[in-house]
């Protein structure tokens, strides 16, 4: 077991806790962070000191749901512990609370009791769930009806938006005026040999939708500027001054520099974009060639003119560069509208428009109306890896914050700026780093606190990371980049008990992109391992990228490994899911020959035909689409294959293909799993299998079940993990996967895989201003002409590095036991092999393992049971009116006990009151005249005179003998005799004798010793049948 | 006084019932027994005729709302029409239409107020029954001036007062009404009153309990749980007649019961892992010969799973060996489906102009396209899809209903196809058919009118699916339409009926608020077989054998209910519900259900998103205090995640001897270069990708359109020389007019629009920027465009398009291909790495095949020396043009002699290759490069290989 410091060193105990306070622990990987962090979330809960402790007040963030779920498990483990009088959980506990430990065993059961009890009060939750939780409370305010729903992917919205916007483009409209200045801009943007766009409404679709979550994401107003009529006048004025220049050169002796003849060319053809593309050749002249007075001469006359050139042009380089997202972000301002429209019409709010929309509304001072709707304040804010932050987010959260703290409040934030990897999609650790400095709550300076023992890795893994980043690292990028996020000046100590122990090996050598020397490498790391008592499960390998991720995969696939890439986790590259789509596709689309063959020649299909003991010779499915398109016949190939094949045909396909017709879409897959026995014949793809019917169970929920466009689904390309398999976790597989995903995890044995590459830059860059932020396209080449670009410049490449290393730190410490650091380098770049120190680090020899025993888990075992199918319906016609006006005319007789008066008279009455209750009948037809005709008919008359003795029970409820009920239409019941009269509309049919007769079976056993009579009364025939 | 009777959890509630009743007579009828729900009424009557032996008139047996409408009419005389939430929502919409308002402007018209007026229907009958007035609910809402809430009291107020006045009650209404009136009660008429199961009474209900407290002959009977000392400590404060009570106490039905049940949990990551444990588990207890009948129960308290269960767990069971009685959601049905599509179709459509991509979606649904015409279901499937197909092909992304219609040589193509002797069909038949189930089906929607005209075309479509489809088929759909038909009444019945709605788009909306949400009941024959039922329908029921499924805290008791409009501090002033309230009210449910069972199976879901239950977590943390402990399984996929290499296909005999007579284009060469095994696919079995009807213009449509101007713009300078004033610009345009509108009709407007004033503005660039500038520094001759070249070298038939053929002053002959990309490097040849020997290096270097094949073969037909041909791709698809866009085979522009005939050398090389019948098809040898986007990859085996993966 691990024995942690003790929390009383690190936290303060409750009594020294004195709001408003704001503590910040900086903490290194594998340093206890999340434990410091419950440990403090259950101070607050058990404290009788700390004021607002209640559960509603406290609320704990964390960044993804996995976090919260594995915080919420820790607070009730802790509590559980203490509440079962676990003594190192309460000292622990007694060192953080003003209470004896008894009262704290209690409190503890008690809060226990309070969290399982309003588990919904119990608020530890990702960001964007609490942000989404204030939205809705407050949607009314917002414009959105109550039960809107909060979409991840804004795509498909932005998709409709342009398609509706896209309707009322016309020419002469003025969104299309608006849309051709746009598209002109789009030319004048771009360089000479870039694309042209034939259809730029496409490319102003697909780069807003690109630019949207960056539009919706930053927290300052984003500036639109109009700078188009500038650029255009000052490029004239450059050519000008060029042509000017040309002139003065063409008048001289001198002999012009190439590249100035060619600048000219470019000038006078007024490509304003290569301009700035092309160095301007200062001075434009060849000296060596040119007559030396001459020179000095014209030297002379035009250096100011050259100056004005140079200048003129770096200018230019700086508006250009501003202006290139013009022409999507004034595309976005024009769909702005549309887009609302659509999103309230759908009532359905994208996560990051949400998130600006709060951000808004909590900068104009609505926190306590926004705490009122949502039924109760938070005076307590603990967040989890702040480092990930960002600027809206932390806009939403600091007005909210800042009200907290004026009332007694307090915030707890827990992060590493060390392992702000998450940049691109917005996280920014300079808000971690200025909380730290004091510059968010004047009132409350902040507390800083350190966590500097290292639970996760032996002595010698944190020795090797501190060389690389202590002592390596910083010599080598530009200065102040490892010092920025603190991987320059972090400590670390190893636990006590891993004094002396992991091991790390850095392998550098020459990469080669056609034999892979790492390949070998890497399963010869992994062989060693496995020799050495580690199981598969223990390793694994961290990549730069996706790529690397099935790269890597394939050599481990090859090399007979068991592996789980974390990347490529989507079943749609399974063959088996593959098979399955194609068939869907083909029953959607007979015409589609593709499909079918896909799915006749795979792997599935041929399985189920072994299976069944027919052999299928796939020459001969190959020969039948051979034919056709021999014979250049127009016929489906599956007509010719359901003459070639008619008995698999039969068999496999026509009651699919049949079925498709009618039945829903999970049925028919279900009927498919069933037809080709999926589970039982593909047993390691269960998985797989499983997956496909969640997502088709999934689809269906929105509300779409055709299969048309369940392929068309199937087809999208999507970023999240919605067609993900699940993995089980304690699969003995080597797990590949990238550094990003890696964090927060740690394994015994670590392979990282680093290429030597360029830093690559985002082009895309924010830049902030006091009014409001600009997007710039920054290309390097053109910006370093350009000092206030450059100045950018500069801050993306430190912030780039920044990244980098981070990542790099993030790579460096998930290992527990061993680490071995693959460096292969290219000559395009140097980093990060430069930074890998070549020592070995660790015991002279490689441990062996102990033989681990397997942790035993209670699997449950599956059945897939053959789908049972439901017969085809025989009714071919929804009856609805038949039934409507049966049940009215029952309603009708039912409200007539006996004939009083004329028939005529108790007819119209009994109308009358059912048309009271159950409204005017609808139908063209005379139920009237109907019923009366049917009551004046002389073999009825008897059943509705009044007698003696005579009790009438219309619409009576019986129940049989074995509790069933029934509700007969008319039971007569006369001294001696009973009689149950069942009236029908329509025809006749044979069954109701038998309804009829179990009636009077039922009334034979309530009034035992009378006759009992059954009568079939037809009304609609008029026609009466005494029922034997 | 009454009697009132807490039993522990563990009894069994009707059993207790049956116990008050007494000995069963021939006629109970004037015994009254009142359950929370529906169906323990099926089970009392049970228990009794099985006490009885024979048939009986039973007790009136109510549920809640049924006994409240039974006193209100029976017993007090009470009328006025009930109303929907719909006729609700219009009626509020009245009182919403004066400012202020709430929500401000938001939510101003009928429309978007409606999703609106539900919420407030429900909370506003909410709060009658908390018993809350006018002036108290202003006085606790007066604060919130956020989204002008504080207005709800006015709403409320009006509304009520709007209803009275009309004669129009509602549930609470009608509740509120009896409460009130209780004293005038006369009860007389029963033997026996027997209310039970009740937990979460509203002040209103207290109030009517209260009064039936005061009736000697009423019993009240309470089932022990969580909870439940709080909920009727009201009906023993201020109660001294102890002697009544017989609270907590053993019951008749409770002995034998023994502590608690045996409960084993299952964890699952997903829905399916829990209905395969499922499945596995009712397997082995029929395996162990154990009964699984209506004392047995799985309980599904979201409804996402019943078909899950359905189809993957009760398949073990025949049809009569288990009853469902849950609701299903409307919105996960076909018809549903259905009329989203069509609604879809009909908000993005202009008059009768539709878009392409919707219109299919819609006709491709199963419902419609198998529409029977002359008895026959698959000539409206082969005429949709062969539609589908010749619009694939066609740019224009918006289509008329009536251009379709007109589609003559197309429906005689298919007529000719389906005709048979006994079975004729005619063009004018189809054309007939596709226009009356465009009448029938689109056009309708396509004239926004009253809900009530939209109601009745949704019934109109439902009956045309039911008469005309083969729907009917499946055995769910009666059900279906008949739930749906159902709403269609109470839209026509309602207030609502007569209003329009503002914007044509709010019916799809509507759909989805009103229509969607709407559950299609599954009531089984209740007292039969294995029961699978919702959560609330176990009310007051015990089973033996209980399996709960999803106990998954989202859902059992599920989310915390956001976007009221009155926040939970002030609902709980105002004595409404609480979200507090109603997870303890699901809380005693559940432990109702477990407690009183034998044996308990409880699945659950854990994953990224989801947790266990709460209630899950109670159990266990009780019985770890107990030092008990429940089995916990965890269900696991097997899962093997190597994938296997692309195989070489052989050549066989009959491929062989095809490929002798084969004619060799340059794009089959180029495939074949790249990847052998697409070539085989493509060109040897012939197998390709089908055309999709797209939303957008796709760059392969711009490709078709400008190599249609440019050839139509040449063609009659065809054996001239050009000259400038060939260059007409003015022409070009109105060509380009003309050439837009035969593609896309007359109505040009979004993306076409915008591409045709493109396309006006490059190819103007080009005739000035790139020919002009040609003409003017060199004769050009234009030998032909679009010119069919074939021709048979050592034996290989080769052939090719070539786009424009030139001479100019050069002497030389200009091989062009117009490319509507930027980018030549896909097309280049890297002649350093290029070595005509060594085979490898081929696919390597070569980007295209296709100028040095149209040099091989317009020297072959032409006998021009193969030097004096200068192949090029002219880029089209550059920013800025000039003569620079036209680029040859290598970056500088040199391309001698020697390395034409090295391309030659390749070209025939690959041919020989091919025709060999001993050499393989062999798979790329770039996986990453080429397998991406390639049709084939599935039977390849390289699915795995995705654009960006990489």
Same mark, same amino acid.
């Given at each position: ?53 209640? $559960? ?6 964390? /960044?993804?749901? &996995?976090?919260?779920? @594995?915080?919420? +498990?820790? %607070?009730?483990? =802790? ?108 030319? $004048? ?6 694309? /042209?766009?034939? &259809?730029?409404?496409? @490319?102003?679709? +697909?780069? %807003?939708?690109? =630019? ?817 | ?950």
């Amino acid at each position: 077991m691990t024995a942690f410091e003790p929390m009383s060193s690190l936290l303060p105990k409750d009594s020294e806790i004195t709001p408003p306070s704001v503590v910040v622990v900086d903490a290194s990987a594998g340093s206890g962070k999340t434990r410091t962090l419950t440990r403090r979330l259950v101070q607050f809960l058990l404290s009788k000191r700390i004021p607002h402790n209640s $559960l509603e007040h406290v609320l704990a963030i964390t /960044f993804t749901n &996995n976090a919260a779920m @594995e915080m919420k +498990r820790r %607070v009730l483990d =802790l509590l559980k512990e203490a509440a079962q009088g676990n003594e190192e959980t309460l000292t622990e506990l007694s060192t953080l609370v003003s209470l004896e430990k008894p009262e704290i065993r209690t409190r503890a059961a008690e809060m226990l009791e309070t969290i399982l009890d309003r588990y919904g009060e119990f608020q530890v939750q990702t960001i964007d769930s609490f942000l989404a939780r204030v939205f809705k409370s407050s949607a009314l305010e917002f414009g959105f009806p109550p039960g809107f729903d909060i979409v991840i992917d804004s795509r498909p919205m932005l998709d409709e938006a342009f398609e509706e916007f896209a309707g009322g483009i016309k020419p002469g409209s003025p969104s299309a005026g608006l849309l051709l200045d746009l598209v002109e801009l789009l030319v $004048l943007t771009r360089k000479v040999d870039a694309r /042209f766009h034939w &259809n730029p409404y496409r @490319e102003l679709a +697909r780069q %807003v939708k690109n =630019l949207y979550a960056r539009i919706v994401s930053t927290a300052q107003p984003l500036l639109e500027q109009n700078r188009s009529e500038e650029f255009e006048a000052n490029a004239a004025r450059l050519c000008a001054l060029v042509e000017q220049l040309g002139t003065m050169l063409d008048r001289s002796s001198v002999v012009p520099h190439s590249r100035f003849v060619t600048y000219r060319k470019e000038a006078q053809a007024r490509r304003f974009a290569r301009l700035l593309d092309l160095q301007f050749p200062n001075p434009p002249v060849l000296k060596s060639k040119s007559p030396k007075i001459e020179l000095a001469k014209f030297l002379n006359a035009s250096a100011s003119l050259c100056s004005e050139i140079e200048a003129l042009r770096a200018d230019l380089i700086g508006v250009h560069a501003r202006m290139h997202f013009e022409p999507y972000i004034r595309t976005h301002r024009l769909l702005r509208e549309t887009l609302d429209r659509i999103k309230r019409r759908e009532a359905a709010v994208d996560l990051g428009d949400m998130t600006l929309r709060l951000a808004t509304f909590v900068r104009e001072g609505a926190v306590p109306e926004l705490y009122l709707s949502l039924g109760e304040t938070i005076h307590h804010f603990l967040i989890d890896e702040f480092q990930d932050t960002s600027p809206i987010q932390w806009e939403t959260l600091k007005p909210l914050i800042e009200n907290s703290l004026g009332a007694q409040g307090t915030l707890f934030v827990v992060g590493d700026m060390k392992q702000s990897i998450y940049g691109f999609r917005g996280a920014d650790w300079r808000i971690m780093k200025r909380l730290m400095e004091g510059a968010y709550f004047p009132s409350a300076p902040p507390e800083i606190l350190n966590l500097e023992m290292n639970y996760r890795s032996g002595e010698n893994i944190l020795e090797y990371t501190r060389k690389v980043f202590h002592e390596i690292v910083p010599l080598q990028v530009m200065s102040g980049a490892a010092q920025a996020s603190g991987l320059a000046s972090f400590r670390q100590r190893p636990r006590p008990d891993a004094k002396g122990k992991g091991l790390v090996e850095t392998l550098v050598f020459e990469g080669d992109t056609e034999t892979r020397p790492e390949r070998e490498v890497i399963l010869r790391i992994i062989g060693d391992c496995l020799s050495r008592g580690y199981r598969l499960r223990d390793c694994a390998i961290l990549t730069p990228e996706n790529e690397d991720v099935v790269k890597v995969s394939g050599w481990l696939n090859e090399a007979g490994y068991e592996f789980i890439p974390f990347s490529t986790l989507d079943i749609r590259t399974r063959k088996i899911i593959g098979e399955l789509l194609a068939l869907l596709r083909f029953l959607d689309s007979p015409i589609d020959d593709l499909s079918l063959a896909t799915f006749l020649l795979g792997d599935l299909f041929a399985a189920r035909l072994s299976n069944d003991g027919i052999e299928l010779n796939t020459e001969d499915l190959r020969a039948l689409a051979r034919e056709k398109r021999h014979s250049g016949s127009r016929r489906p190939l599956y007509v010719l294959f359901r003459e070639h094949r008619p008995e698999l045909w039969e068999r496999y396909l026509e009651s699919l293909f049949t079925l498709t017709g009618y039945l829903p879409l999970y049925d028919l897959a279900t009927e498919i799993y069933k037809r080709f026995n999926v589970f039982e014949l593909m047993p390691g793809e269960e998985a797989a299998l499983v997956k496909l019917l969640e997502v088709i169970q999934h689809f269906e929920s929105r509300g779409q079940n055709s299969l048309a466009e369940f392929v068309e689904f199937s087809e999208e390309i999507s970023e999240d993990s919605d067609w993900n398999m699940d993995v089980p976790p304690d699969i003995n597989a080597v797990r590949v996967m990238t550094v990003h995903k890696a964090k927060g995890l740690d394994f015994r044995v670590v392979i990282v895989l680093l290429y030597d590459v360029p830093l690559r830059f985002d082009r895309v860059y924010m830049e902030e201003t006091p009014e409001g932020v600009r997007l710039l396209r920054l290309v390097k080449k053109q910006a370093e002409d350009n000092p206030s670009l450059e100045k950018l410049l500069f801050d993306r490449e430190f912030n780039g590095t920044v990244d980098q290393l981070n990542k790099l730190y993030v790579a460096l410490t998930r290992a527990k036991d061993e680490m071995y650091i693959l460096g292969v380098q290219y000559p395009q770049a140097k980093q990060p092999s430069a930074f890998l120190p070549r020592e070995y680090f660790g015991p002279r020899k490689k441990p062996k393992m102990r033989e681990q025993s397997e942790e035993s888990e209670n699997r449950v075992p599956l059945l897939h049971p053959a789908h049972l199918r439901r017969e085809p319906a025989t009714a071919e016609r929804l009856n609805l009116e038949e039934t409507q006006r049966g049940e009215r005319i029952h309603a009708i007789l039912a409200r007539i006990h006996v004939v009083d008066g004329t028939v005529a008279e108790t007819v119209r009455k009994a109308i009358e009151e059912e048309e009271k209750e159950g409204g005017p009948w609808p139908g063209p037809e005379d139920l009237e005249s109907l019923l009366a005709r049917f009551l004046s008919e002389p073999s009825f008359a008897p059943f509705f005179e009044p007698r003696e003795g005579r009790t009438i029970l219309n619409e009576r409820e019986f129940a049989a003998s074995d509790g069933r009920l029934f509700r007969m239409d008319r039971v007569i019941v006369d001294t001696n005799e009973v009689t149950v009269v069942d009236f029908k509309t329509g025809e006749e049919q044979r069954d109701y004798g038998e309804q009829v007769r179990n009636y009077m079976t039922i009334l034979s056993e309530i009034f035992p010793g009378r006759t009992i009579k059954g009568v079939l009364a037809y009304v609609d025939k008029n026609v009466c049948r005494s029922v034997e | 006084m009454s009697a009132v009777h807490v039993i522990p959890s563990t009894a069994d509630l009707i059993a207790e019932v049956a116990h008050h009743i007494g000995v069963v007579e021939t006629d109970l009828t004037r015994m009254l027994v009142v359950f929370p729900g529906k169906r323990p009424s099926h089970v009392l009557r049970k228990v009794l005729a099985n006490r009885r032996g024979s048939a009986f008139l039973p007790p009136l047996v109510f549920s809640y709302d049924e006994f409240i409408d039974h006193l209100r009419k029976e017993h007090l005389g009470g009328k006025g029409r009930d109303i929907d939430m719909l006729d609700a929502a219009s009626l509020l919409y009245e009182i919403h239409s004066v400012s202020p308002r709430l929500g401000g402007d938001h939510f101003a018209s009928f429309d978007r107020f409606l999703p609106l007026g539900f919420r407030l229907f429900d909370e506003l009958e909410e709060l009658l029954l908390a018993g809350a007035d006018a002036k108290h609910v202003a006085e606790e809402l007066g604060s919130l001036t956020f989204g002008e809430r504080h207005l709800l009291a006015k709403y409320y107020e009006e509304f009520y007062d709007r209803l009275k006045r009309n004669g129009l009650s509602t549930r609470s209404t009608r509740l509120v009404e009896v409460a009130t009136r209780a004293g005038e009660l006369d009860l007389s008429r029963y033997t026996r009153i027997i209310l039970a199961g009740f937990y979460a009474l509203t002040p209103t209900d207290r109030r009517l309990f209260e009064r039936l407290a005061k009736t000697d002959h009423a019993v009240m009977i309470f089932q022990d749980g969580p909870g439940l000392k709080n909920q009727i400590g009201w009906l023993l404060d201020g109660d001294d007649s102890s002697g009544q009570m017989d609270l907590f106490e053993g019951s008749v039905s409770s002995e034998g019961k023994r502590g608690g049940p045996r409960i084993h949990f299952y964890r699952s990551t997903d829905t399916h892992g829990q209905v395969f444990a499922l499945s596995a588990r009712l397997k082995s207890i029929l395996d162990e010969g154990k009964p699984l009948d209506e004392r047995t129960v799985i309980v599904l308290p979201s409804s996402e799973s019943l078909f899950p269960v359905l189809y993957q767990a009760l398949s073990l069971f025949e049809e009569e060996a288990y009853n469902i009685s849950l609701g299903y959601p409307l919105a996960r049905t076909p018809l549903y489906g259905l009329l989203g599509s069509l609604l879809d179709l009909v908000a993005g459509a202009q008059g009768e102009a539709v878009h392409k991509n919707a219109y299919f979606r819609f006709v491709l649904h199963p419902y419609i396209k198998n529409v029977r015409m002359t008895g026959r279901t698959d000539v409206t499937r082969v005429l949709f899809h062969a539609l589908e197909e010749t619009l694939a092909r066609e740019g224009a992304t918006i289509v008329e209903l009536r251009d379709l219609e007109g589609r003559h040589v197309l429906f005689e193509r298919i007529a000719a196809g389906l005709s048979s002797e006994t079975e004729p069909l005619s063009a004018t038949a189809l054309k007939e058919h596709l226009k009356s189930m465009h009448d029938r089906t689109i056009r309708p929607f396509l004239k926004p009118e009253t809900l009530g005209a939209f109601a009745q075309k949704i019934r109109d479509l439902v009956f045309f699916i039911s008469d005309e489809s083969t729907a009917w088929r499946h055995p769910l759909f009666a059900r279906y339409a008949g739930k749906l038909l159902e709403i269609v009444e109470v839209i026509l019945r309602s207030e609502a009926a007569t209003r329009v709605f503002d914007d044509a788009t709010s019916y799809a909306t509507f759909l989805r608020s009103y229509i969607g949400p709407q559950a299609v009941p599954f009531p089984g024959t209740p007292l039969r077989g294995l029961q699978v039922l919702g959560l609330l329908e176990t009310r007051s029921l015990s089973f033996d054998r209980v399996f709960v499924l999803d106990a998954s805290d989202d859902i059992l008791p599920g989310g915390r209910s956001a976007g009221m409009l009155i926040p939970q501090k002030l609902r709980e002033r105002l004595g409404m519900e609480t979200h507090r309230d109603r997870e303890k009210l699901i809380e005693y449910h559940f432990n109702g259900l477990i407690e009183g069972a034998k044996e308990v199976h409880v699945f659950f879901m854990e994953n990224d998103s989801r947790q266990r239950s709460r209630f899950i977590e109670k159990i266990l943390w009780k019985q770890t205090q107990e030092n008990d402990g429940s089995p916990m399984g965890t269900v696991r996929y097997r899962i093997h995640l190597a994938q296997r290499e692309p195989q070489p296909i052989p050549k066989t005999e009959s491929v062989a001897g095809m490929l002798r007579d084969f004619e060799f284009s340059t794009t089959a060469l180029d495939v074949y270069l790249k990847c052998q095994i697409r070539f085989y696919y493509r060109y040897i079995l012939g197998l390709e990708e089908r055309e999709e009807v797209r939303e957008e213009i796709e760059q392969l449509d711009v490709g078709n359109l400008i190599h249609r101007i440019l050839k139509e713009f040449f063609d009659p300078l065809i054996g001239t020389t050009l000259k400038k004033r060939d260059l007409d610009t003015a022409k070009l345009e109105s060509l380009i007019d003309a050439v837009f509108e035969k593609t896309f009709g007359l109505s040009q407007n979004g993306a076409v629009y915008l591409l045709k004033r493109q396309t006006q503005a490059k190819l103007r660039e080009f005739l000035e920027e790139y020919q002009m500038k040609i003409v003017e520094t060199q004769t050009v001759e234009l030998l032909g465009l679009e010119q069919k070249v074939s021709a048979v070298k050592d034996g290989a038939h080769l052939s090719g398009r070539i786009d424009r053929i030139e001479r100019r002053g050069d002497g030389k002959v200009y091989i062009l291909d117009y490319k509507i990309r930027h980018d030549d490097t896909p097309y280049r040849v890297a002649w350093k790495k290029f070595d005509p020997a060594v085979r490898k290096t081929w696919t390597e270097s070569i980007g295209s095949l296709q100028l040095p094949m149209y040099n091989l073969l317009y020297s072959e037909i032409s006998g021009e020396e193969v030097g004096k041909i200068v192949p090029a791709y002219v880029f089209l698809g550059r920013n800025y043009l000039d003569p620079t866009i036209e680029t040859g085979l290598s970056k500088d522009g040199i391309v001698t002699e020697e390395m034409q005939r090295n391309l030659h050398t390749v070209i025939l090389g690959l041919v020989k290759e091919i025709q060999d019948p001993e050499q393989q098809f062999l798979p790329a040898s770039d996986l990453k490069k080429e397998c991406p986007g390639c049709p084939y990859q599935v039977m390849c085996g390289t699915q795995w290989a995705k654009e960006g993966r990489w």
